[in-house]
């Protein structure tokens, strides 16, 4: 139950989304909401750049807060895991963020999340899966869609972080292990580097990110004109992971 003591807390990820909620939260609850941010080393750096913008131009303060124990870093925890992702999701967000947020917050806390009112489906799992946390789903009660936070994101002026401006849906890590072969095939050639270094984590563990009617295609196989990845379809990373096998082409 939100009550005028309780503690705000919104989830920033240097999304649009999350951005926005931000925003909003801040006009509603004033210097009772705290702004935090969940540091993942594998983000683009262009996070950091984003987020001190957003500190600028809105007077909002972020914390920055993560498990430095894994070294903020998706591949110590898929090494310590000997996993990279399942059809329940996949452990880095359990650890990395999901666990996280369950350090963090306390009892009574009032939480934000960057859910908009085209992602009913995820605000129904999260509710689901987290009947102990309670919400305030700003964009979702003010009917904010994804592209009405692109709208507000330009006439805010800020620079879009590099995942957007490479035309990627969603600002995950670079080489979400929920994309599909079309998605590592953009990868391999806006971020080579990255893509050879998730394709050696497969083989060090011997798991495959994706796979087909045959089996695991290992990203050192995966030929150039496999998938069909469109640069605006949504990879769902957040403070809760589902990850529907087939959907990410």
């Not at 009550?3 to 006009?27: D, H, K, M, P």
């Not at 998730?198 to 004109?225: M, Q, S, T």
């Amino acid at each position: 139950m939100i009550n005028n003591q309780s503690r705000v807390i919104s989830w920033f990820s240097c999304g649009a989304a999350s951005a926005y909620a931000t925003y909003l939260a801040y006009e509603k609850y004033g210097d009772r909401m705290e702004a935090v941010y969940c540091r993942v080393k594998e983000e683009s750096k262009d996070n950091l750049r984003f987020l001190n913008e957003f500190v600028e131009k809105t007077g909002i303060p972020v914390k920055i807060i993560g498990d430095e124990s894994m070294d903020y870093s998706i591949f110590k925890v898929f090494h310590k895991r000997k996993f990279i992702k399942g059809p329940t999701g996949a452990p880095c967000t359990m650890i990395l963020k999901k666990n996280v947020r369950k350090d963090y917050q306390r009892h009574g806390d009032v939480q934000i999340f960057g859910y908009t009112i085209d992602e009913m489906s995820r605000v129904d799992r999260f509710i689901d899966s987290n009947n102990e946390v309670d919400t305030d789903f700003i964009l979702v009660d003010k009917s904010i869609t994804k592209p009405d936070c692109m709208r507000w994101f330009s006439r805010m002026g800020f620079t879009l972080p590099e995942m957007y401006r490479l035309g990627y849906a969603n600002n995950n890590c670079i080489g979400c292990v929920k994309g599909g072969m079309g998605y590592f095939n953009a990868i391999r050639v806006d971020f080579p580097e990255a893509f050879n270094k998730l394709a050696k984590l497969e083989r060090d563990i011997g798991h495959a990110i994706n796979k087909d009617k045959d089996g695991p295609v290992y990203l050192d196989e995966l030929h150039p004109d496999r998938g069909n990845f469109k640069r605006d379809q949504p990879l769902d990373c957040g403070f809760s992971c589902e990850w529907e096998q087939g959907k990410l082409i």
